[in-house]
């Protein structure tokens, strides 16, 4: 074959190839755009909510009162109300540990695993049983239905012998605290270990109440709050308790008082429950629960000024306005015995009051659809 020939050959040769990649792409996007069309003539139903457990009881919380009428306003990033929410979400049954013949047992062994082994107790009502202990000073309040508890100790005589910086480490305390979590409960820490968050905070003891400790070196407790999250059409969501950041799981540590029978001080209100057992319901639109926010019927559940300690009791506040930065869908964890994990949204964002002062504000309102609740 001639030089020239060769030549002649191998432009053919580029030129099919380049007529056959151009045909190629034309291909891909007219099928690509023929299929965003085809789904925008004829978009895909939606599963229809199953709601399988019938009508859900609203969450039970108490709102803090407030004076006046609040004004809203939406102050995101984007300047709007978020879109892509989805507009059904599971509700999950609360699974109640049955009673046994064992349960006085089980209980006296879980008082004993938290250093009450020679205490008498005292039966409040039929589930709720009380200890007491005298070394250190401490109470256990236990329900026997779920095993939930409450320790809390006589915080004068603790001051006597915690000094500032006897608080430990953010990583030793979530270490302790999800180990005797886990031992206790009916919860798998170590399968189930990617649905638990922590936070940690310091406390210290200023006559006989606690007050927020800004460092480690001026703190006499780490406090550990444990938060579980469930999967959902593969997003995370959290689950809060009744008050937002004060969680239904937290632990107070120091030096020397790190292992169950020296806990100091305690709340865990969880309950399980089967993440692969929910029933879909479905939700109210986000415009819908603004303007129910608007017109009062959020539930307030955090109102803390610039400098104002968390841990004190909540003083009624004058609100004059609120700009809410952020709305988050999440699940609700109620106090008490409650029959079901259900959606709320949360809002969050900043308060004014009438007199200038500003600071944080946090309001939930039920997700489910005023058709399905009751």
């Known amino acids: 074959m ?92 609360v699974i109640v540990p049955k009673q046994d013949i064992l349960v006085e047992q089980k209980a006296k062994q879980i008082a004993e695993y938290f250093g009450f082994k020679n205490s008498a107790y005292t039966q409040l009502t039929n589930i709720e049983w009380k200890w007491q202990s005298l070394v250190p000073q401490r109470t256990l309040n236990l329900n026997i239905l779920s095993f939930n508890y409450e320790i809390d100790p006589n915080l004068a005589q603790i001051n006597l012998y915690l000094r500032r910086g006897d608080a430990i480490t953010s990583e030793q305390a979530k270490s302790s605290a999800l180990g005797i979590f886990a031992n206790h409960s009916f919860v798998d820490i170590k399968k189930d270990a990617e649905n638990f968050t922590t936070e940690v905070s310091f406390a210290r003891i200023n006559q006989e109440v606690l007050e927020e400790a800004p460092s480690l070196s001026e703190a006499q407790l780490t406090r550990v709050d444990i938060f579980k999250t469930l999967t959902y059409a593969e997003t995370k969501f959290n689950i809060y308790g009744t008050r937002y950041d004060n969680s239904y799981i937290n632990y107070f540590l120091a030096k020397g008082y790190l292992v169950p029978n020296k806990l100091l001080k305690a709340n865990v209100n969880y309950w399980s429950f089967d993440s692969e057992q929910g029933s879909t319901y479905p939700l109210k639109n986000i415009n819908t629960a603004w ?84």
């Open 291 to 374: 303007q129910e926010l608007v017109s009062g019927n959020g539930t307030i559940v955090k109102l803390v000024e610039e400098g104002e300690d968390s841990y004190k009791s909540y003083i009624m506040k004058n609100i004059k306005s609120v700009k809410i930065k952020s709305i988050e869908l999440a699940y609700i964890m109620e106090d008490g015995v409650p029959k079901f994990i259900q959606p709320i949204y949360i809002f969050k964002g900043r308060f004014e009051t009438e007199s200038g002062k500003l600071g944080e504000y946090v309001s939930y309102l039920p997700a489910l659809d005023s058709n399905v609740v009751k």
């Open 2 to 93: 001639k030089l020239a020939d060769a030549s002649r050959l191998f432009k053919k040769t580029i030129l099919i190839f380049v007529a056959l990649m151009v045909l190629y792409f034309i291909i891909k996007f007219t099928f690509a755009a023929g299929t965003v069309l085809f789904k925008v003539l004829f978009p895909p139903k939606a599963a229809v909510p199953t709601v399988q457990f019938g009508l859900i009881p609203l969450p039970n919380i108490e709102s803090l009162k407030t004076d006046g009428t609040i004004k809203y306003e939406v102050d995101t990033i984007s300047g709007r109300l978020p879109s892509g929410l989805p507009s059904q979400m599971p509700v999950f049954k």
